[in-house]
């Protein structure tokens, strides 16, 4: 099973700060391993240091509270008390209720109940395999996010119910740190949780971010970049997590219709969206859900642009990224969205 980063900053602005050059412009960085992934947090100003040293607080903090594998967390204390309601903190509250609105939205092509699917099928484990078809017949009788009752701040599970908030968290962290950042005077920031990449304001000198999106088809290209500002950018893609077994490759985003990983043309689905929590179960669930369907349900309900990677070499984006969205070669053919349906 490998896995690989999905989004990388392009910095034009220089991390060392020379005599002469302002306050603002000065940066600390940082590198954080947790929620098994490599996280990269760049700070500008003069509260940076003090501000980094509050944010690996809370990503540790975080880490302990929302992982499905860690025995003591809050979220297996959670599994373990199926059957009846449990009082749950705002971090995990917060992150059901998006992930149910997006599960109802959605039809439940994205649904955090998968968990018992995820171990089935080893990606929470060094165990990846391929589970018989009548295994994973019996694990999906378990996934319905409907099975997931939430009262005042308590959560009660369906007997069986097993939540993963592995989809989410590091959205909802991303935007934790922003919003911690921001609480604390910074006004430029930039965070990368592999995938998830989410910035605080422009760049110093007031010019926007340039993110760019990784290449499925390659490991050291891009698709294309993103010119963006107080946003966050999240990627899912078949090509992240995966394993080889029979002489067919196998991902980890799962349907959780179907059991097995989704598979309907789509190789990476990029979101564009203010809200980090959101904008990662949206990357799940277009990803599950085709171009076909993700374009139905952004045209539905809005609130964030998209871009879409196929198998066949094209990428669509939604209206709202035309002049800011560019490909970075000629691997790739360019199309944009509208909400009408016409495509140019």
């Known amino acids: 099973?490998?896995?690989?980063?999905?989004?990388?900053?392009?910095?034009?602005?220089?991390f060392l700060c020379f005599p002469g050059?302002?306050?603002?412009?000065?940066?600390?960085?940082?590198?954080?391993?947790?929620?098994?992934?490599?996280?990269?947090?760049?700070?500008?100003?003069?509260?940076?240091?003090?501000?980094?040293?509050?944010?690996?607080?809370?990503?540790?903090?975080l880490d302990d509270q929302l992982s499905a594998t860690k025995k003591d967390s809050e979220v297996s204390r959670l599994n373990a008390s199926a059957g009846v309601f449990t009082q749950v903190s705002e971090p995990v509250m917060k992150q059901i209720q998006t992930s149910l609105e997006v599960s109802e939205r959605s039809g439940g092509a994205y649904d955090i109940s998968i968990r018992p699917?995820?171990?089935?099928?080893?990606?929470?484990?060094?165990?990846?395999?391929?589970?018989?078809?009548?295994?994973?017949?019996?694990?999906?009788?378990?996934?319905?996010?409907?099975?997931?009752?939430?009262?005042?701040?308590?959560?009660?599970?369906?007997?069986?119910?097993?939540?993963?908030?592995?989809?989410?968290?590091?959205?909802?962290?991303?935007?934790?740190?922003?919003?911690?950042?921001?609480?604390?005077?910074?006004?430029?920031?930039?965070?990368?949780l592999g995938g998830n990449v989410q910035t605080l304001g422009t760049k110093p000198d007031g010019s926007k971010w340039r993110v760019g999106i990784q290449d499925p088809k390659s490991a050291s290209g891009f698709v294309g970049v993103l010119e963006t500002a107080d946003m966050a950018v999240v990627t899912s893609g078949g090509y992240q997590r995966y394993f080889d077994e029979g002489g067919k490759r196998y991902h980890h985003i799962l349907?959780?219709?179907?059991?097995?990983?989704?598979?309907?043309?789509?190789?990476?689905?990029?979101?564009?969206?203010?809200?980090?929590?959101?904008?990662?179960?949206?990357?799940?669930?277009?990803?599950?859900?085709?171009?076909?369907?993700?374009?139905?349900?952004?045209?539905?309900?809005?609130?964030?642009?998209?871009?879409?990677?196929?198998?066949?070499?094209?990428?669509?984006?939604?209206?709202?990224?035309?002049?800011c969205f560019s490909l970075s070669g000629g691997a790739y053919s360019l199309g944009f969205v509208s909400k009408s349906g016409a495509e140019s």
């Open 21 to 61: 050059c302002s306050e603002a412009s000065r940066s600390s960085e940082s590198q954080i391993f947790a929620m098994d992934t490599v996280m990269n947090l760049t700070v500008y100003g003069g509260k940076a240091d003090a501000a980094l040293k509050a944010a690996a607080s809370k990503i540790y903090a």
């Open 255 to 323: 349907d959780p219709k179907t059991g097995y990983p989704a598979d309907n043309g789509l190789i990476s689905v990029t979101i564009v969206c203010p809200d980090g929590t959101l904008a990662d179960a949206l990357s799940t669930t277009l990803f599950v859900l085709g171009m076909e369907r993700a374009l139905e349900y952004w045209r539905t309900y809005g609130g964030f642009e998209a871009i879409f990677v196929t198998e066949d070499g094209k990428v669509a984006a939604t209206e709202g990224l035309r002049g």
């Open 1 to 14: 099973m490998k896995q690989k980063l999905i989004l990388a900053i392009c910095l034009s602005l220089a």
């Open 117 to 192: 699917l995820v171990s089935l099928w080893g990606f929470d484990t060094n165990n990846a395999h391929v589970p018989s078809a009548s295994e994973i017949a019996a694990a999906k009788q378990l996934v319905n996010y409907r099975n997931i009752e939430v009262s005042g701040s308590a959560v009660k599970l369906k007997e069986g119910t097993q939540v993963t908030l592995a989809a989410i968290a590091k959205g909802y962290t991303s935007q934790t740190l922003i919003n911690l950042f921001r609480e604390m005077g910074v006004k430029s920031a930039v965070v990368s």
